[in-house]
């Protein structure tokens, strides 16, 4: 799809200077941009690019002043990064803007859904299944009995909802992620040999969450497990059954999080945290990447470390931690010292 520097000034509301019918189909770095591409200038650093790239046309802020002749045309703006971000937004929609039913696919009789429906090849949608307005289901999807999914909601390719799972609003669910598999429940016997607990409860995701590619979240053994409004998960996360994650946090790839553990909202979770059981995490909690959680969090504290504790006491340690074998080498010779004295 091509676009105009005309139509791009429009959306932006911006001024053109040079070829207002410049066009172009793709974006692109302004260091690496070619004929017919869209690229933009924000950052000072990078402002000898504008003089050599071939970008077709430049968004650039418009207090910026030009000290040489440029080959691109100039899209002027208030503020260049955010008027490049509000760009790439309408991209996306206008790229994931699919409608229709494709075949083969398959929809239960007693499925309904709303007006703007995408459903991609050999996608499947179970009985009792509730889809709202302008949901995209792409290819290779299932949606199990009695789930809801709620209005402008994407489900991308492969995706796996198991039975009486909810979605909210303007969900994303990206590809490979599985929500509503049972939660890890065995109870072992008087052999060793373990015996499933039954999984019956379903998992709750609410409005505006993203949940990353190959992400899973586990069903409840009883009730829900919960995703609350605005939470964002990284790919390749593992929530157990009965989580609750409060709203706003957001949460790292490779991060595991154990059965019935509650985290609060607006925290912070780096990447490959590991998270116990049973606990309770208070509200605008920063955990830094690969530290382990072994008991119940107070809300604005920041831990690093497995197991960890408090940031500041961490950073500390660790000039000890380091210079350990220095420390250690000094502590023998003063022994061997002493007792030699």
Same mark, same amino acid.
């Given at each position: 799809?091509?676009?105009?520097?005309?139509?791009? %000034?429009?959306?932006?509301?911006? /001024?053109?200077?040079?070829? +207002?019918? %410049?066009?172009?189909?793709?974006?692109?770095?302004?260091?690496?941009?070619?004929?017919? #591409?869209?690229?933009?200038?924000?950052?000072? /650093?990078?402002? #000898?690019?504008?003089?050599?790239?071939?970008? #077709?046309?430049?968004?650039?802020?418009?207090?910026?002043?030009?000290?040489?002749?440029?080959?691109?045309?100039?899209?002027?703006?208030?503020?260049?990064?955010?008027?490049?971000?509000?760009?790439?937004?309408?991209?996306?929609?206008?790229?994931?803007?699919? #409608?229709?039913?494709?075949?083969?696919?398959?929809?239960?009789?007693?499925?309904?859904?709303?007006?703007?429906? !995408?459903?991609? %090849?050999?996608?499947?949608?179970?009985?009792?299944?509730?889809?709202?307005? =302008?949901?995209?289901?792409?290819?290779?999807?299932?949606?199990?009995?009695?789930? &809801?999914?709620?209005?402008?909601?994407?489900?991308?390719?492969?995706?796996?909802?198991?039975?009486?799972?909810?979605?909210? =609003?303007?969900?994303?669910?990206?590809?490979? %992620?599985?929500?509503?598999?049972?939660?890890? @429940?065995?109870?072992?016997?008087?052999?060793?040999? !373990?015996?499933?607990? +039954? &999984?019956?409860?379903?998992?709750?995701?609410?409005?505006?969450?993203?949940?990353?590619?190959?992400?899973?979240?586990?069903?409840?053994?009883?009730?829900?497990?919960?995703?609350?409004?605005?939470?964002?998960?990284? =790919?390749?996360?593992?929530?157990?059954?009965?989580?609750?994650?409060?709203?706003?946090?957001?949460?790292?790839? &490779?991060?595991?999080?154990?059965?019935?553990?509650?985290?609060?909202?607006?925290?912070?979770?780096? $990447?490959?945290? $590991?998270?116990?059981?049973?606990?309770?995490?208070?509200?605008?909690?920063?955990?830094?990447?690969?530290?382990?959680?072994?008991?119940?969090?107070?809300?604005?504290?920041?831990?690093?470390?497995?197991?960890?504790?408090?940031? @500041?006491?961490?950073?500390?340690? !660790?000039?000890?931690?380091?210079?350990?074998?220095?420390?250690?080498?000094?502590?023998?010779?003063?022994?061997?010292?002493? =007792?030699?004295?």
């Amino acid at each position: 799809m091509k676009f105009t520097a005309k139509q791009i %000034a429009e959306i932006l509301e911006g /001024k053109v200077e040079g070829n +207002p019918e %410049a066009e172009v189909s793709e974006l692109a770095k302004i260091e690496e941009g070619s004929e017919g #591409s869209l690229t933009f200038l924000s950052n000072p /650093k990078y402002n #000898s690019f504008l003089y050599t790239t071939n970008a #077709s046309v430049t968004i650039v802020n418009e207090n910026f002043e030009v000290e040489q002749p440029v080959n691109t045309t100039l899209i002027k703006v208030k503020d260049a990064y955010k008027a490049f971000s509000t760009l790439l937004e309408y991209y996306n929609q206008i790229k994931l803007n699919k #409608s229709g039913i494709e075949n083969p696919s398959f929809i239960a009789e007693s499925a309904t859904y709303g007006d703007g429906l !995408y459903l991609g %090849a050999f996608a499947y949608i179970g009985e009792q299944v509730k889809l709202g307005e =302008n949901v995209k289901i792409y290819p290779n999807a299932y949606i199990g009995d009695n789930v &809801q999914i709620g209005d402008n909601t994407t489900i991308f390719a492969g995706v796996k909802i198991y039975s009486e799972s909810i979605i909210g =609003n303007d969900v994303t669910i990206h590809s490979g %992620a599985v929500v509503g598999a049972d939660g890890f @429940g065995f109870s072992p016997g008087e052999t060793g040999a !373990y015996s499933k607990v +039954p &999984q019956i409860g379903n998992v709750i995701i609410e409005d505006h969450v993203e949940i990353g590619a190959g992400t899973t979240i586990d069903r409840a053994t009883l009730g829900s497990t919960i995703i609350k409004k605005g939470v964002k998960l990284d =790919n390749h996360i593992q929530i157990a059954h009965n989580v609750e994650i409060g709203e706003n946090t957001a949460i790292a790839a &490779q991060t595991g999080v154990a059965g019935s553990t509650k985290i609060g909202k607006n925290c912070l979770i780096g $990447g490959q945290v $590991g998270i116990a059981g049973h606990l309770t995490i208070g509200d605008r909690v920063k955990i830094q990447a690969q530290s382990g959680i072994s008991r119940d969090i107070k809300d604005d504290e920041m831990l690093q470390g497995s197991p960890a504790f408090g940031y @500041g006491d961490y950073n500390k340690s !660790y000039i000890h931690f380091k210079n350990l074998p220095k420390t250690m080498k000094l502590i023998h010779q003063l022994d061997k010292k002493i =007792n030699n004295g």
